[in-house]
Structures are given as C-alpha cells and as structure tokens.
T-cell receptor, first 113, second 114 residues
Framework: GNSVTQMEGPVTLSEEAFLTINCTYTATGYPSLFWYVQYPGEGLQLLLKATKADDKGSNKGFEATYRKETTSFHLEKGSVQVSDSAVYFCALSRASNTGKLIFGQGTTLQVKP | ETGVTQSPTHLIKTRGQQVTLRCSSQSGHNTVSWYQQALGQGPQFIFQYYREEENGRGNFPPRFSGLQFPNYSSELNVNALELDDSALYLC?????????????FGPGTRLTVL
C-alpha cells in the first residue's frame, strides 16, 4: 500500500544550524509530494510541494527535491530559526485517490537560541 | 479572503454519545476533506466531499458519516463514541479536488471522549 516514513524526532538544533528531515515514500505511479508544518495549537499549513520527479519545492528558505530513484523527498533548510520550531509532516497524494493525503508520523523540530 | 474555519474548538463527550463537528470551507472551494489526528500521529484520512457527494473514504467505520451543503460547508458526525475517537479532527478545503490541489487546513476541533 501507499505509505510515508519520516525520521523520528525530536530533532534539536541550535539557531542557524543546517536542517535535514528525511522522508521516504512507497506508492505506485507518480504521486504528488508535500511538506506540511504544524505550529503548537494550530492546524496544518502547506510548506511546499512537488508534483513530478526532479521538481524542487521551496518556501521560506525550506527546500525539498522529488527523487523518484530513491523515493525520497527530504526537507532541508540552510539556517534554522527559533520560530521554525514545529512539527513537520511529509505527505503524498495519488491520482487514483483524488485529493486524499497520506501523512507520515511527523517530526518535531526544536530550535534553541 | 476567509480561511477554513471549524467549530467548536474543543468538545468533551462521554462514551456512546454522538457528536457533530462543523467546517466552513475557504471561499471558492468546493471540496472538503476530513482527517483524524491522534496525539503524536500524522492525520488519517476519513472522507472527502466534492460538490455535495462523497468522493472517497478512508478506513473508518460507518458510524463516521458526513454531509456537505450547497454552500460547500461540511459536517462530520460520529455516533456511538469510543474512547479511541479522542483526537484532533481537521477539515481541509481545496478548489476542485484534484491531485495537485493544495489543501488548506482549519485549526481543528479537539474531541475528548471520557
């Protein structure tokens, strides 16, 4: 079946450190891939997305590249800030499941000053 | 432009009761999806409504049901509540229910079943 696996957290970094959160997926065909962020006490916000292989999604300094050969969509940021502390979810959506998002378990990021 | 809104914010019920959660979609969006997020987990897809018709359902029992109204707002109904139904219920709207549509999430309703 379709699934998303994320690295376990929490990930604790100092401000201005480099961030990588790993995400791999299992799906048939060509899913669309997403990163959502959830700040404490809030709903999910779309951070970035990629809809085909080799696409790079980017937003607010975050980037992720759709790698079909490794079935991965790792999230990166060159310099994290305290305000980036949140839970990050990787998700996929397949053509035969219109709009349905399949989420990973989430990775908590804590950034210390 | 008004975003996705949900009501109530918090709710406490007891086992066996019934609950109705409400969602107003973002202006111009005709598709609403509902997700259940247990504590410490990723959201799980419950079902989706597109132009007032159910357009896909996840692995949830029939006591989870829904409606979408002509103005594209939606309700999630849960009958015979169980302790495991305690979770954050998220509603998301999108323009046309297409694969690449961005889904815009509301803040959620926190349901506690005692």
């Amino acid at each position: 079946g379709n699934s998303v696996t994320q690295m376990e957290g929490p990930v604790t970094l100092s401000e201005e450190a480099f961030l990588t959160i790993n995400c791999t997926y299992t799906a048939t065909g060509y899913p669309s891939l997403f990163w959502y962020v959830q700040y404490p006490g809030e709903g999910l916000q779309l951070l970035l997305k990629a809809t085909k292989a080799d696409d790079k999604g980017s937003n607010k300094g975050f980037e992720a590249t759709y790698r079909k050969e490794t079935t991965s969509f790792h999230l990166e940021k060159g310099s994290v800030q305290v305000s980036d502390s949140a839970v990050y979810f990787c998700a996929l959506s397949r053509a035969s499941n219109t709009g349905k998002l399949i989420f990973g378990q989430g990775t908590t990021l804590q950034v210390k000053p | 432009e008004t975003g996705v809104t949900q009501s109530p914010t918090h709710l406490i019920k007891t086992r066996g009761q019934q609950v109705t959660l409400r969602c107003s979609s973002q202006s111009g969006h005709n598709t609403v999806s509902w997700y259940q997020q247990a504590l410490g987990q990723g959201p799980q897809f419950i079902f989706q409504y597109y132009r007032e018709e159910e357009n896909g359902r996840g692995n949830f029992p029939p006591r989870f049901s829904g409606l979408q109204f002509p103005n594209y707002s939606s309700e999630l109904n849960v009958n015979a509540l169980e302790l495991d139904d305690s979770a954050l219920y998220l509603c998301a709207s999108s323009p046309n229910g297409q694969l690449t549509d961005t889904q815009y999430f509301g803040p959620g309703t926190r349901l506690t079943v005692l």
